[in-house]
């Protein structure tokens, strides 16, 4: 299996980067980062660690519904720090320090086409023989609900 962090934090629209600290709410607001939940279609959305299993399945996950995300920059490096907790008490904690990329979707439209468009991020490993993110917590499966409004959607992976 692997663990797979999702990250996503609510910018204002006229943001130059994603620096900051994002508190987890279920609000959209700008200057928050997105509390997991299952949409109405059974997608999960917003922020939640989970395991893959062999055939990229999700076998278990649980929901960033509060705590914080920390991102700041020095030179080219990020660093985020996340320290999360699901509806059941259990932490889900990560820490980065590296370079990050922007993730563009050779298949999707372009950004430039959609207006407050989600820009989507990934963490760029250092070396395959080195850790790039601490080993991720255990926590159990929760739903929440959310309503959507009209601020950039920044996702991080």
């Known amino acids: ?7 996503e934090v609510q910018t204002p629209l006229d943001a130059t980067d994603f620096t900051g600290n994002y508190p987890f709410a279920s609000t959209f607001e700008a200057n928050t980062a997105v509390a997991g939940f299952i949409d ?23 929901f960033c519904n509060t705590g914080n995300v920390a991102i700041s920059k020095s ?16 932490k889900v904690t990560a820490n980065y320090t590296g370079t990050i990329e922007e993730f563009i979707d050779s298949s999707a439209a372009p950004l430039s086409t959609k207006k407050h468009a989600a820009r989507r991020f990934r963490f760029v490993p250092k070396k395959s023989s080195e850790k790039s993110i601490t080993s991720l917590k255990f926590a159990s499966k929760k739903m929440i609900t959310s309503n959507k409004s009209l601020v950039k959607r920044d996702i991080m992976r």
Do not use: F, K, Q, R
């Open 1 to 7: 299996g692997m663990d797979v962090l999702i990250l």
């Open 40 to 62: 109405d279609e059974g997608y999960i959305c917003g922020s939640y660690w989970c395991t893959l299993d062999l055939n990229y399945n999700i076998s278990n996950y649980a």
């Open 75 to 90: 030179g080219e490096e990020y660093t985020v720090a996340v320290d999360a907790v699901d509806a059941d008490g259990y």
